[in-house]
């Protein structure tokens, strides 16, 4: 039976109101963050620490004005087994981000003309950040302080590592703090947990937590040593050596 041309208007009204939801549905989730991040150790040689800096802002400078789609991270490491390292990372992405960066070849070759000379590569890796082991949101990363805490785990624990932290985390408190817990994808094998600071005064109460959170994994851990190796260090945020879209600079 054909409708009549009032049910037929209502309908197509009716239809129209679907679609426009669905469409605003999936640019929403088109444009949701993704989890993964890339993280870069930089080493300045001897005595050119400030020739690096400078160098390192003329490569954001080329970011800039390319218009990365990127935000850039830099930090100062300011303690731990790497004093006056430079880290800088780029998290929230998806992968395929990944697969289309801003100019490649002229990156590299801006990148070798301002920053190599001055600094050697220590590490390059790629984590996916655990959603539901995690409290963190972009705009965080650029708090004053950061600590990364490193964690080297048995073979084939992950999984097993990663039902335990769910629990560890409510149970030490370390849940209610901004913190972000990564897995290792590519270019190193270790956990990487980030705990944000304002000042340093934040440190000691963050320590406590972070023990509490590792003392948690040892009694879920029982008789099963996954964890092997903790180690620790602290960042100072560098808003000068960091690179925002759109924007002129921090």
Known sequence: MIPSYPALLRGIRQLIGLCSVLALSVGATAQQPGNVARIVIWQPKPGMSRDFEEG?????????????????????????DRPDYFADGTFFHQWSDFDNPVSPAEDGANNALNVEPYADVRSLATFEMVPVLSKLEAHQLAAPLL??????????????????????LHDSGAEAIEHAVFRPVNGTTEYL????????SDLGPQAAVAARLLESLREKMKASSIVERVRTETGHYRPDLSYVPGRGGE
Do not use: C, Q
């Open 56 to 80: 390192y802002k003329r490569h954001l400078k080329w970011h800039r004005e390319k218009n990365d789609s990127f935000r850039w991270y830099g930090w100062n490491i300011v303690s731990g």
């Open 147 to 168: 600590t990364f805490y490193y964690l080297s785990l048995a073979p084939g624990s992950n999984s097993e590592f990663e039902r335990m932290v769910a629990g560890a």
């Open 193 to 200: 947990v980030l705990l944000t600071a304002l000042k340093v």
